[in-house]
């Protein structure tokens, strides 16, 4: 289980929390790039135990978020909007036991008594990268590349020590060769 200050601090690419499966003991997954997707819907989902990738049982907030067909993450809430992640990937408890692979719970944030908030903006653009070895040595250039991920989040009392709001935002922008 993954508390808000380790969640804040992961090297997530993309921002897709599925990912933090992958320091787990047991899990892998043959397509690493998947959990790059800036879609907040299906993504990259692990292979956990010898499992196929149909196997994980994703949560948010205790309800199940699956995809019906393919069993594809229904929805990834962005990081500053997540309290808490957990990953289960063996021996869990019998509410949780519908899936032979892992059970991967996220919670997401409440208001509180104060109102409070984070702004971010993650800018990685192809001038500051560096041109790959092999299309040096040929005489290329590297490929044109820009992704922008911003948003936000509030959160505040709305009946003082009794009702609460929290809201989040994340958009993103992507400019490369083949992307849709």
Do not use: C, H
């Amino acid at each position: 289980t993954l508390q808000r200050e380790q969640v804040e601090r992961l090297p997530v690419q993309g921002r897709n929390l599925a990912s933090v499966a992958l320091f787990t003991a047991g899990v892998t997954t043959p397509n690493p790039s998947s959990f790059n997707s800036l879609k907040n819907t299906g993504g990259g989902r692990p292979y956990v135990n010898g499992q196929r990738e149909q196997g994980n049982n994703f949560m948010l907030d205790g309800v199940d978020m699956n995809d019906a067909i393919d069993n594809l993450v229904a929805y990834q809430p962005s990081p500053d909007a997540v309290e808490q992640v957990g990953v289960e990937t063996n021996n869990y408890s019998p509410e949780l036991g519908n899936v032979a692979g892992a059970v991967i719970n996220m919670v997401i944030k409440s208001g509180t008594n104060r109102v409070s908030g984070n702004g971010f903006y993650y800018w990685r653009d192809n001038e500051l990268a560096a041109t790959p070895w092999a299309t040096n040595r040929a005489g290329g250039r590297k490929a044109e590349f820009n992704r922008k991920i911003f948003g936000g989040t509030v959160g505040g009392p709305i009946a003082q020590n009794k009702v609460f709001f929290f809201a989040d935002y994340q958009g993103s922008r992507q400019d490369a060769p083949g992307f849709a």
